[in-house]
């Protein structure tokens, strides 16, 4: 007769990766610290290799450790999920979440609205890792992470929790010493401020007439925080594109201005995306169905964009 999988060994060594942390997964599954060690050491037997590179600091997975992760917080996920669907529908969300967002809109959008969740939600807590860099969901443990751009196909599953329009922006004085370009095209003749990310260096634009255009800028200054380039598209520097959150006060007072404004910039929208599997852990979702509600409320009370 088989032996059944090692499913308590997979779970904790998804929890490990989920906190990053041997320590913080005793303390979140109620476990000896030794209990998980030996979970994970118990794997790492059963597989002939090691699944964690392990130091004083931080843990990173192996190859091995990456081969299995995706499948291990499936399990874990699943397994969750069936405990929650076993305890009444009345039970509070409970336990730890690992978010990860932008930096500027973590800081300006997402961390003033937490205190409010944590209160509805007092048997939660969350880890919230801000970084303009795309974070490896699966790899670095997250639940799930906040992402303003166009997203690639995945494997990850999606939901877009709002509209974001981005704006190519510059100046006044910028305008009345270079001039307006007319087309997308002609951004190849200005000083273009760059934005550093995993999206991509090129610019794409579409007409409401159907017809579109990509344009890989080229300038002096590359940067990967969009508030890092306020203070040179308000100086004239050059022109850039950014999400209508960081713009909003300077079109509204007149220290930028919309350029192009008949040709819309893509991946206007903020999306949440989580790991591939089943059915999220409740306080996830909680956690999802919150930030949706607020950015939508907010977005409701914002002005139309301030056109030249």
């Known amino acids: 007769m088989s032996k059944l999988p090692d499913f308590e060994g997979l779970a904790i060594f998804a929890k490990v990766l989920q906190m990053q942390s041997f320590a913080r997964a005793a303390a979140e599954l109620q476990l000896s610290k030794a209990t998980v060690s030996k979970a994970v050491s118990r794997l790492e037997a059963k597989f002939g290799a090691r699944l964690f590179n392990r130091t004083s600091r931080r843990l990173s997975l192996t190859e091995a450790g990456k081969q299995l992760a995706e499948r291990a917080a499936h399990i874990l996920s699943e397994g969750e999920a ?16 690992r978010l990860a967002a932008p930096m500027s809109f973590g800081v300006l959008r997402i961390a003033p609205i937490l205190p409010e969740f944590l209160e509805l939600f007092p048997e939660v807590s969350i880890d919230l890792h801000l970084s303009d860099a795309h974070v490896d969901l699966i790899g670095e443990g997250f639940d799930a992470a906040i992402r303003i751009a166009s997203l690639p196909d995945s494997s990850l599953l999606a939901r877009t929790l709002v509209p974001m329009p981005r704006y190519l922006v510059a100046a006044p004085a910028y305008l009345e010493k270079h001039g307006r370009p007319s087309h997308p095209l002609r951004l190849t003749e200005h000083r273009c401020i760059g934005y550093v990310s995993t999206v991509g260096d090129t610019w794409h634009f579409s007409h409401e007439q159907g017809d579109t255009a990509a344009v890989r800028p080229t300038g002096p200054l590359r940067v990967n925080n969009g508030d890092a380039m306020m203070p040179l598209l308000v100086g004239g520097s050059g022109l850039g594109i950014l999400p209508d959150f960081i713009i ?25 995306v989580s790991p591939p599997g089943g059915r999220r852990p409740k306080r996830v979702e909680a956690l999802s169905d919150f930030v949706a509600e607020k950015l939508s409320s907010r977005r409701g009370r914002q002005a139309a964009p301030a056109l030249p």
């Open 82 to 97: 069936a405990e929650a669907e076993g305890i009444a529908n009345a039970a509070a969300p409970r336990g730890h979440i």
């Open 248 to 272: 909003r006060d300077a079109l509204d007072d007149g220290r930028l201005e919309i350029v192009l404004p008949d040709w819309k910039v893509s991946g206007g929208a903020v999306h949440w």
